[in-house]
């Protein structure tokens, strides 16, 4: 029986498995605001997890004039060198809670150098990264739903069950083994079109039926 492989992330190029030591020492580094409710803070993380899988868009040279933290640069690094899906989501995540530790005068000039590159170009990078982290928190949390209509109230709630649903009925979790082996996701029609609506609902835009993105 295939030995199931051990879930963590990487800071400094150190493996940090979770629920070690380790692992609760570096949260509680990074733990929101006090006062802040669950739902402030997941659609904080989901909004700067986005900005900083856009950050993955610069070059080096760019980055480093923007002077981000050298924690923050590397888990950067680390996440482009990550190919399994579900290795680069769990980084993703990392990349999230260290862009939370950014102060407003450094996500300022963050925005500004993303946008510098083109803003309809970038805020399409962003939607593209904001539709995949919430298709996932969907996929994972029924709660989650409740948080996406606050934000998007005029979303079509039954539309998005019934592709919830579907989705989680074609596209069932990888096994241990096929994540230790690098096995791709599964992509169903209802999975990509989840994306798509959910996209379109970030960018305030039709849906585009015939993108087919993920």
Known sequence: MPRK?????????????????LDEQFKSEL????????????????????????LLTLSADRLDGLQLPERLLEALAEARRITAHEGRRR????????????????????RESLASDGAGHQQEVLALHQAEQWRERLLADDEVLSAWLDEYPGS????LRTLIRQARKDNPPLTAAEV?????????RAYRELFQVLRAQVLGTPQDTNDDHE
């Open 156 to 159: 079509d709630i039954q539309h």
């Open 31 to 54: 733990r929101g605001t006090p006062g802040q409710s669950k739902t402030d803070l997941k659609r904080e993380s989901t909004e700067l997890q986005a900005l900083g899988a856009a």
């Open 91 to 110: 980084q993703m995540q990392l990349v999230g809670k260290l862009m939370r530790k950014l102060d407003q005068d450094t996500l300022t000039k963050v």
């Open 5 to 21: 492989p051990t879930r963590g992330y990487y800071v400094k190029g150190q493996f940090i498995a979770e629920g070690s030591e």
């Open 180 to 188: 230790s082996q690098g096995a791709a996701p599964r992509r169903s």
